[in-house]
């Protein structure tokens, strides 16, 4: 007899520490135990099943079994599946950073395994960039209120989420904030283009008072996904890539969540002015999507000028960093055929078609008495919830997953971050499900 879904999460209860989690509340809230998946689906061991509302924590893309994917994953198996980087090179890794290359105007590709090893690498390659420069005091570092880097300690010292961060303060570098972009924080009249230009003033002044003691700031580019997708308007990207320039402080766009079509666009940064051509960070890190939602893959791209300031005869001015499993083959062949499907596809037009094939739907789920903010980019549909009371989004969880949704809202944030395959149909079964839940008065 196959074990339940009761046995494998009593199971997973006492042998597995779960993530972001209070163990203590599985006491009464049920672990969800997925046998399989299939393309936006997932599906527990009695047979039920989950649209995946959050693509498994922003990550999945073209489904779960992907076909293509797995296609191109067993011959790479077949051929090799890792070899040390260091002193070695293989073919997935040498095409991979060809083409991300080619795609962010950037280069010299450096890989890590998770989205925060790839916050790790763009920091100290920062400081150290300055540091062989002759500018030891350029050690701080600037991030936007709310916003989300990952977790590590480097990584956590420019993440603006207390609940994360809080009790490890006495472990993090103080680093510098400033006002978010974000437009919901905008006055009553105010656009988010004009709301944006007054929060790149406070980088502005803050720049001006302490440059000389900055290396970077760090940017999620268009929205700020664990601040509840928190969109904001492209000119601050411009004005914080001039005063970058100005100031000479180096800009990191975080595109781990955002890379890889979630915006609309491959890169989020494209929205700023188009990376290949004008507008371009001296950092762009990748992550989450990079592999379909396959296997940990991170990467940070920088410019020639910061490759050059590393080359040199002293072996400490290179760059001594590295994890194991850096440039993974598997991974690499992962993300190549991930890419491959967006060309051959048309995959950016399709989410366009797509989205605006739901607008209306959605608009009448915005229209909702008790939602405001209602708001669409690329492929995420985001909502506050006025009324709601604290506890809300874990009531909402297992309200939608008895429905077939799985969404986990950020506190009064409900989002739909679906996979590309995600049909029309689907979307829209998931606006349905959202409007029942608030006309029931769930809160
Ligand atoms: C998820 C995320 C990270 C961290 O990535 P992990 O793989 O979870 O370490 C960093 N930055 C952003 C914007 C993210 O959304």
């Known amino acids: 007899m196959n074990p339940s879904n009761q046995d494998w999460l009593e199971r997973s209860r006492h042998a597995v520490w779960h993530p972001c989690t209070q163990m203590k509340r599985h ?22 099943r989950y649209l995946d509302g959050v693509s498994s924590w922003w ?22 599946e ?16 060809e083409k991300l290359g080619a795609l962010t105007g950037l280069g010299h590709a450096f890989y890590g395994s998770d ?9 100290k390659m920062s400081y150290h960039y300055w540091r062989n420069l002759g500018r030891e005091r350029k050690t701080g570092f600037v991030s936007l209120e709310n916003s989300y880097h990952g977790e590590t300690l480097g990584a956590l010292s420019v993440t603006d989420v207390p609940l994360f961060s809080a009790t490890y303060a006495p472990l993090l570098r103080q680093t510098q904030r400033v006002k978010s972009p974000d437009w919901r924080l905008a006055e009553p009249g105010e656009s988010a283009e004009a709301y944006a230009l007054r929060a790149a003033a406070e980088l502005e002044a803050l720049f001006e008072a302490r440059a000389d003691e900055l290396a970077a700031l760090i940017v999620e580019p268009l929205c700020q996904g664990a601040a509840g997708m928190a969109m904001y308007h492209p000119a601050y990207l411009r004005r914080a890539r001039e005063l970058c ?81 850096t440039g993974n083959a598997l991974a690499c062949r992962a993300a190549l ?99 029942r839940l608030l006309d029931e008065g769930l809160a």
Not at 29 to 47: C, K, N, Q
Not at 60 to 77: K, S
Request: overall charge negative.
């Open 115 to 123: 989205g925060a090893s790839a916050t790790e690498i763009a920091l």
């Open 245 to 325: 320039d100005r100031y000479q402080v180096h800009l990191i766009a975080d595109e781990i969540a955002m890379g890889f079509g979630r915006t609309g666009t491959l890169f989020a940064c494209e929205q700023a002015g188009g990376l290949r051509e004008g507008w371009k960070p001296d950092f762009i890190c990748l992550s989450k999507g990079i592999t379909g939602g396959y296997l940990p893959l991170s990467a940070v791209l920088t410019t020639d000028a910061v490759y050059a300031a590393f080359y040199d005869d002293e072996v400490g001015r290179g760059f001594l960093h590295s994890h194991s499993y």
């Open 59 to 80: 990550v999945n893309l073209f489904g779960h079994a992907n076909p293509r994917i797995n296609a191109a994953l067993l011959d790479q198996m077949n051929t090799l």
């Open 27 to 48: 006491e009464t809230l049920p672990i969800v135990p997925i046998a399989r998946g299939e393309g936006a689906w997932l599906v527990d061991f009695e047979g039920r």
């Open 82 to 97: 890792h070899v040390i980087l260091a002193g070695f090179t293989q073919r997935p890794v040498v095409e991979l950073s």
């Open 337 to 435: 055929e991930v890419l491959a499907i967006f060309e051959d596809d048309g995959v950016l037009a399709a989410n366009r078609a797509k989205a605006a094939a739901v607008a209306a739907d959605f608009a009448r789920l915005a229209a909702h008495p008790r939602v405001e903010h209602a708001r669409q980019l690329g492929m995420i549909w985001a909502f506050e919830v006025k009324d709601a009371q604290p506890g809300f989004s874990g009531r909402v969880f297992e309200a939608a997953l008895a429905r077939g949704l799985l969404v986990r809202p950020v506190s009064n944030t409900v989002y739909l971050m679906p996979p590309y395959v995600v049909s029309i149909g689907e979307l829209q079964q998931a606006f349905d499900v959202l409007h």
